[in-house]
C-alpha cells in the first residue's frame, strides 16, 4: 500500500510565491516521510478564490507555470498532485482548465481537468475555465489505480442526488469504467450550514456504492467572505469514515494504510454513514457556526496584516456576541471595547456592557456620546425646520446620528492604533430588513456575524456560555432582554423602543428568511405556509400579511446595503452577501 | 416593405407588470399606427439585468409567462418580437433561455433562442441561460425574411473581430445561410468609452458583408451601476447609417421603409461607416460620459422613489463636477450644496464653493465644522496617547474626522428631507489608491463619478463650461488648482497638502490605471512603459519605480474599498466597480 499524504493547505490567491513555497515544503516533509504519494486541494498553486485578478495581472498567469516546474523538480520519489489553473492557450476559450497536475519525478506526467463547473451560489467556474475534454484520470502507482476528480465532479451522483442532479454526466460514474481502486477528490468547498452533512453521506455513499477508498482534501483558508473548513478525509470501500483531518485549520496528515486520526465529529454525525436526511436545527450548527466565523476572523486580520479590533459594546446581543468572537479569534488583549452611551441609554445596558467586557478581560472604556451629538446636532439645525421640538428629538435623523458619531469614534481609535480593525456589529435578521444604520452599527473593517441571524444568535449565545472554557461569559441579561438599538424612546411605555415593536418578531422574520433563501417562498406561499411562531402565539391573519407585507417592502428598500455589507464570514447555506447572492437594488421581487 | 417599430423601452428587472404595461402600450401603439412589426429590446419582459432575483423569487417565472401569453392576445394584425427569460423546465439544464418570443395574431409562433452567452466583464449569461440548441430564427413577413439575434450573437464576426473572437461561432454567418433580407438584434448593451464605435463599424460591417438590413433594437435605461444607452439604429445593404433613435432616452421609432431621423452623432462618427480604429481620447468622450452619469442620476432616483441630492461643495474639482451632474439631472431646486469648512479650509475654497453654488443656483448653506469636530475629538482622548501634541492634530485620524464628520452631516440632512440622497463625491483615481475615506466622502447613497479618472475630470470641467447652455458654471480657480482634500498642512509650506504630493501625478497615475485595466499590464510591463509624463517631465527612473511601487501597494490596500462603493455608474470600458470586476481582497497581484 502507499504511503499518502493529504495536505490541507491554506493559501492566498495570486500569491504564487508563498503558495509555492508552502507546496515545496509540504512535499520535502513528505519525502523525509517516506511517502509515496501527496495529495492537494483544487488549484492550490493559484489560490482560490481569485475572482478576475488575472485578467489584469497577467503575469501571474506566467510566474504560476514557471512554479509548477520548480515544484515538479522537487518530486523525485514521489508523487505530487497539484491543483492550478491551466491556461488554455486559445482565444476562442475561456482562459483556463481547472487542473490538477500529476507531478513525479521532476515531470509533469499527466494533468487532470475538472469536467463540471458550477456556476451557482459563489461559483462563477464557467467564468474562468473550460470544462475538461477528458483526458485520462487515472494515476497508477505501485500497483493501485487512483481516480482524480475536482470537486463538482464528485457531486452529481445520480443515486444520490436523484432528481436534483444539476448536469446530465456523472463523472464518477464515467471513472468508474477506468477501475480504480481508490478515487481522490482535490476540493476547495467552503463551509455552509448542513453541507459537512451532505458531503459525508455523498461520500460515503459513493465509497460504499463502488466499493472504493474514498480520499477528500479541501483546502483549509479564508478569503472573499468565504472559511474553507478543511476536514479531509479518507472512507474505506465499505463507506465507513476512516481518517478526518482538522476543521478549520491546516493540517499535514500522512498514512500509510488509509487510516487515521478522526478528529471531532460534529453532532449527530456518525463514522458509520448511512444516506439520510438531516433535519438541522441551531443545536447541530452552533459549534460550526462559531469556528468558522472564529477562523474567518483571525484569516482576515492575519492576512491583511491586522492584529486587533474595536467594537462598540452596547450591552445588546450582537455586540456581545462579536465580542466573545473577537476576543477567542484575536486574543482578549486586542479586543477593545467601547460603551457609548447617550442620554437614552439604560443603566442596565451600560452594566451588562461592562460585565462582559470584564468577564472577556478586553480593554474597556465608556464614552458618553451626549455632548459630541449636542455638537453635532447642533450642525445640523440649518437643515431643520423642527429644531427644539419634541419630534426633532426623536427624529430617524437623530436616532442614525448616535449610530454614526459610534462608528466615526470607532474608526477615529482604529485609525489611531496600528493594526486594529472597527467592527460593523450587524445581524443577517437586521440585514434583510434594514434595520441597521450605514456608516453606523453596519459600517466596520468586518463583520463578523452578518450572515447570522438574531434567533439564532440568541441560541448560539447560550451556547457560548455553556460551551467555553470560561462559562457563563455573556451576562444572561444580555440573552433575556428583547433587541432594541436604544436609539429612541416609546413615549407610551417612557422606555427604549425595542426593536420587534418596530418590525415583527424576530422568530417571525427568521422563518421568513429561511424559506425565501431555502425554498423561494413568495408572498402566496408565505401566507400559505403555517409558521412555527403561529402555533404557540395567537395570530390574525391580518397580522400576518401585514408582517409578510413588511418584510418585502422593508427588504426591497434594504437592497442597497446588502451592496456594501463589509467583509464578513459567509455562514448559512444561503446568504445575503454579494459573493453569492445577487439583487440588482433596482429590481421587484414581490 | 413593412412597417416596423423600434421600442426601445426602459425596464425594472423583476417588475413583470410594470414591463408588460409598456410593452403592451408600445403595441397598441404600433397598432394604431398600422405597423407591421414592432422589435422590444433583449429580456424586454423579464428586464435586465436580473441579478440572482428568481432564484429566490420563483413566482416571478410563473407571472411572467403569464404576461408574456396576454402580450400575445394583443397581437392581432401585427407581430411583435419580446425578449424574455424562457425556463428551460430541466434541472440538468440551467433555469432559462434568453429567448424572443415570436407573437403573431394571439400566437406564440416561433421562439429564437440566444447562442453565445457571455460570461465577462459585466456579463454573467452562462450563471442563468442555456445555449440556443438552435431552432429556426426566420421570421417571414409579407415577403419579407428577418433573421433574429440575440445581442452577442452579433459579436463574433471573424472578418471584423479577427484574432479576437472569443467564440468557435458565428451565428449570423450560420442565420445568413437561410437566407434573411434583413437582420435583426435585440440586444441590452450598456454605454462604454468607445463601445459606440465598436458597435457602429461592426453592425455597419455586417450589413455591407452579406448585403442585409441591419436593424438593432437596445435597451435605454440604468440599473446595477450600468446606463443602457439605447441608441437603436438602421444599416441599409450597403452599410450605411439610416435611422438613429434616441440616446439615454426611451424611444418609440417608426419606419415603413427602414430610414428616418438620424439623432446627433458622437464625435468622429460618421453617417457612413468603414471599418476603422479609433483612438479615443477624451475629447471624443466627454459628452457621452456627461449623458450616461446624468441618465444614470436620473434613473436611480427616480426608479427607487428619490427627488433630492445633497452633497459637499469643498471647491475643489470632484464636489464641483458632481454638482454640475447633479443639477443637471434632478434640477437645480432638488439640489443642497454645503460648503463644511474646517479650520484648514482656506478662503479660496469656501469662496469657489459658494460662487459654484450661486452658478448653478442650487441650494447652498455654509456649515463651518470647526465646533463639532472639536467635541467628537474631545470625545476620543480616551483612545490617544499624544492628546494635545502636535501630532495629534495632524494625524490621519484628524484628517478622516473631518471627512467623517462631513459625511455624517450629509446623511443626518437626507434623513431629514424626505426623498433625499447624500452624494459621494469620490473619483475612481482616488479608488484605486484608497485615497478617499471610508464614511467620508466615499459614503453616500450614489457615486456619480467613482468611474471617472481625475485627469478625465479636469477635462470634463473644461467641456461642461464650454459646452453647458450656461457657459463657465464651475469657476476656473476650480479647475485651475491642484486637487486636494484640504485635510491637513504641510508643516513647510504652511499650505494644505495637495493629493499628488502624497501620491504622485494624476496624470501619471491616470495613465498607470489605463493600461492596467485595458492591457493587463503589470509592474514589468509598466516599467518598460513609456509614459507620456515622462515626454513632458523630467522622470528618473527611480521616481518612476517609486509611483509605480506605490501604486500597486496603495491600490492592494484599496481592495476593501472596491468592495462598497456606492451604486454608481460604469462609464469607462474598464472598471473597478463590482458589476464588472472582483477581486477578492485578500489576494496578490503584485
Given at each position: 500500500?502507499?504511503k499518502?499524504v493529504?495536505a490541507q493547505?491554506?493559501?492566498?490567491?495570486g500569491?504564487?510565491?508563498?503558495n509555492?513555497?508552502k507546496?515545496?515544503?509540504?512535499?520535502e516533509?513528505?519525502?523525509?516521510?517516506?511517502?509515496?504519494?501527496?495529495?492537494?486541494?483544487?488549484?492550490?498553486?493559484?489560490?482560490?478564490?481569485?475572482?478576475?485578478?488575472?485578467?489584469?495581472?497577467?503575469?501571474?498567469?506566467?510566474?504560476?507555470?514557471?512554479?509548477l516546474?520548480e515544484?515538479?523538480?522537487?518530486t523525485?520519489?514521489?508523487?505530487?498532485?497539484?491543483?492550478?489553473a491551466?491556461?488554455?492557450?486559445?482565444?476562442?476559450?475561456?482562459?483556463?482548465?481547472?487542473s490538477v497536475a500529476?507531478?513525479?519525478?521532476?515531470?509533469?506526467?499527466?494533468?487532470?481537468?475538472?469536467?463540471l463547473?458550477?456556476?451557482?451560489?459563489?461559483?462563477?467556474?464557467?467564468?474562468?475555465?473550460?470544462p475538461?475534454d477528458c483526458?485520462?484520470?487515472?494515476?497508477?502507482l505501485?500497483g493501485?489505480r487512483?481516480?482524480?476528480?475536482v470537486c463538482e465532479?464528485?457531486?452529481?451522483?445520480?443515486?444520490?442526488f436523484?432528481?436534483?442532479?444539476?448536469?446530465?454526466?456523472?463523472?464518477?460514474?464515467?471513472?468508474m469504467?477506468?477501475?480504480?481502486t481508490?478515487?481522490i477528490?482535490?476540493s476547495?468547498?467552503?463551509?455552509r450550514?448542513?453541507k459537512e452533512?451532505?458531503?459525508?453521506?455523498?461520500?460515503?455513499?459513493?465509497?460504499?456504492?463502488?466499493g472504493?477508498n474514498?480520499?477528500?482534501?479541501?483546502?483549509a483558508?479564508?478569503?472573499?467572505?468565504?472559511?474553507?473548513?478543511?476536514t479531509?478525509?479518507?472512507?474505506?470501500?465499505?463507506?465507513?469514515?476512516?481518517?478526518?483531518?482538522?476543521?478549520?485549520e491546516?493540517?499535514?496528515v500522512?498514512?500509510?494504510?488509509l487510516?487515521?486520526i478522526?478528529?471531532?465529529?460534529?453532532?449527530?454525525?456518525?463514522?458509520?454513514?448511512?444516506?439520510?436526511?438531516?433535519n438541522?436545527d441551531?443545536?447541530?450548527?452552533?459549534?460550526?457556526?462559531?469556528?468558522?466565523?472564529v477562523?474567518?476572523?483571525?484569516?482576515y486580520f492575519?492576512?491583511?496584516?491586522?492584529?486587533k479590533?474595536?467594537?462598540?459594546l452596547?450591552g445588546g446581543?450582537?455586540?456581545?456576541?462579536?465580542?466573545?468572537?473577537?476576543a477567542?479569534?484575536l486574543?482578549?488583549?486586542?479586543?477593545?471595547?467601547?460603551?457609548?452611551?447617550?442620554?437614552?441609554?439604560?443603566?442596565?445596558?451600560?452594566?451588562d456592557?461592562?460585565?462582559?467586557a470584564?468577564?472577556?478581560?478586553i480593554?474597556?472604556?465608556?464614552?458618553p456620546?451626549a455632548?459630541?451629538?449636542?455638537?453635532?446636532?447642533?450642525?445640523?439645525?440649518?437643515?431643520?425646520?423642527?429644531?427644539?421640538t419634541?419630534?426633532?428629538?426623536?427624529?430617524?435623523?437623530?436616532e442614525?446620528?448616535?449610530a454614526r458619531?459610534?462608528?466615526?469614534?470607532?474608526?477615529?481609535?482604529?485609525?489611531?492604533?496600528?493594526q486594529?480593525?472597527?467592527?460593523?456589529t450587524s445581524?443577517?435578521?437586521?440585514?434583510?430588513?434594514?434595520y441597521?444604520?450605514?456608516?453606523?452599527?453596519?459600517?466596520?473593517?468586518?463583520?463578523?456575524?452578518?450572515?447570522?441571524?438574531?434567533?439564532k444568535?440568541?441560541?448560539?449565545?447560550?451556547?457560548l456560555?455553556e460551551?467555553?472554557?470560561?462559562?457563563?461569559?455573556?451576562?444572561?441579561a444580555?440573552?433575556?432582554k428583547?433587541p432594541?438599538?436604544?436609539?429612541?424612546i416609546?413615549?407610551k411605555?417612557?422606555?427604549?423602543?425595542?426593536?420587534?415593536?418596530?418590525?415583527?418578531?424576530?422568530?417571525?422574520?427568521d422563518?421568513i428568511?429561511?424559506?425565501?433563501?431555502?425554498?423561494?417562498?413568495?408572498?402566496?406561499?408565505?401566507?400559505?405556509?403555517k409558521?412555527?411562531?403561529?402555533?404557540?402565539?395567537?395570530?390574525?391573519?391580518e397580522q400576518?400579511e401585514?408582517?409578510?407585507r413588511k418584510?418585502?417592502w422593508?427588504?426591497?428598500?434594504?437592497?442597497?446595503?446588502?451592496?456594501?455589507?463589509?467583509?464578513?464570514?459567509?455562514?448559512?447555506?444561503?446568504?445575503i452577501?454579494?459573493?453569492?447572492?445577487?439583487?440588482?437594488?433596482i429590481?421587484?421581487?414581490?
Open positions: 500500500m502507499n499518502i493529504l493547505i491554506d493559501t492566498i490567491a500569491n504564487i510565491k508563498i509555492a513555497k507546496i515545496i515544503n509540504c512535499i516533509k513528505a519525502k523525509e516521510n517516506n511517502a509515496d504519494l501527496i495529495i492537494f486541494p483544487e488549484l492550490a498553486l493559484m489560490g482560490y478564490p481569485f475572482g478576475d485578478i488575472f485578467i489584469r495581472h497577467k503575469s501571474i498567469i506566467e510566474r504560476q507555470l514557471k512554479a516546474d515544484i515538479a523538480a522537487k523525485e520519489n514521489i508523487t505530487a498532485l497539484v491543483g492550478f491551466e491556461p488554455t492557450k486559445d482565444a476562442n476559450k475561456k482562459p483556463f482548465y481547472n500529476v507531478l513525479q519525478n521532476g515531470k509533469i506526467i499527466n494533468i487532470v481537468r475538472k469536467r463547473l458550477p456556476n451557482y451560489s459563489e461559483f462563477n467556474d464557467y467564468r474562468y475555465f473550460e475538461s483526458v485520462s484520470q487515472i494515476l497508477e505501485n493501485e487512483y481516480g482524480i476528480l465532479d464528485s457531486f452529481n451522483d445520480k443515486s444520490f436523484k432528481e436534483e442532479c444539476i448536469y446530465d454526466v456523472d463523472p464518477v460514474a464515467e471513472l469504467k477506468q477501475n480504480p481508490t478515487l477528490n482535490c476547495c468547498s467552503p463551509s450550514t448542513g452533512y451532505i458531503k459525508n453521506a455523498l461520500f460515503s455513499s459513493i465509497a460504499r456504492k463502488y472504493v474514498y480520499i477528500y482534501v479541501n483546502q483558508g479564508y478569503a472573499d467572505n468565504l472559511s474553507f473548513d478543511g479531509s478525509r479518507i472512507y474505506n470501500k465499505n463507506g465507513e469514515l476512516d481518517l478526518r483531518a482538522k476543521s478549520f491546516e493540517d499535514f500522512i498514512t500509510d494504510n487510516t487515521g478522526i478528529n471531532e465529529l460534529p453532532v449527530g454525525m456518525q463514522k458509520k454513514v448511512e444516506v439520510q436526511n438531516f438541522l441551531y443545536t447541530s450548527d452552533l459549534d460550526r457556526t462559531y469556528k468558522s466565523i477562523f474567518g476572523i483571525q484569516e492575519r492576512k491583511n496584516g491586522f492584529k479590533a474595536v467594537l462598540g452596547s446581543l450582537d455586540s456581545s456576541i462579536c465580542a466573545v468572537l473577537l477567542d479569534a486574543g482578549k488583549e486586542n479586543v477593545w471595547g467601547i460603551s457609548m452611551p447617550s442620554r437614552i441609554t439604560s443603566s442596565e445596558s451600560k452594566n456592557a461592562k460585565i462582559l470584564e468577564n472577556l478581560g480593554h474597556f472604556f465608556e464614552v456620546l455632548e459630541g451629538i449636542d455638537a453635532v446636532k447642533s450642525l445640523l439645525n440649518f437643515a431643520f425646520s423642527n429644531v427644539d419634541e419630534k426633532y428629538e426623536k427624529s430617524t435623523t437623530i442614525n446620528l448616535q458619531l459610534r462608528a466615526t469614534i470607532l474608526w477615529s481609535v482604529s485609525n489611531e492604533h496600528k486594529m480593525l472597527p467592527i460593523a445581524d443577517k435578521s437586521e440585514a434583510y430588513i434594514g441597521a444604520t450605514v456608516n453606523g452599527d453596519m459600517s466596520g473593517g468586518f463583520a463578523p456575524i452578518a450572515d447570522v441571524t438574531k434567533t444568535l440568541f441560541a448560539l449565545g447560550d451556547f456560555n460551551n467555553r472554557e470560561q462559562k457563563n461569559a455573556i451576562p444572561q444580555i440573552l433575556e428583547p432594541g438599538a436604544e436609539l429612541k416609546n413615549p411605555t417612557g422606555k427604549t423602543v425595542c426593536a420587534e415593536e418596530e418590525n415583527m418578531p424576530y422568530e417571525f422574520l422563518e428568511i429561511w424559506f425565501v433563501e431555502n425554498c423561494g417562498y413568495g408572498f402566496e406561499d408565505l401566507m400559505e405556509h409558521f412555527y411562531y403561529e402555533t404557540k402565539n395567537c395570530l390574525t391573519i400576518k401585514e408582517w409578510i418584510y418585502f422593508k427588504s426591497k428598500c434594504a437592497v442597497y446595503k446588502w451592496h456594501i455589507i463589509p467583509p464578513s464570514v459567509v455562514v448559512d447555506m444561503h446568504s452577501n454579494s459573493v453569492e447572492y445577487r439583487q440588482p437594488i429590481s421587484c421581487v414581490y
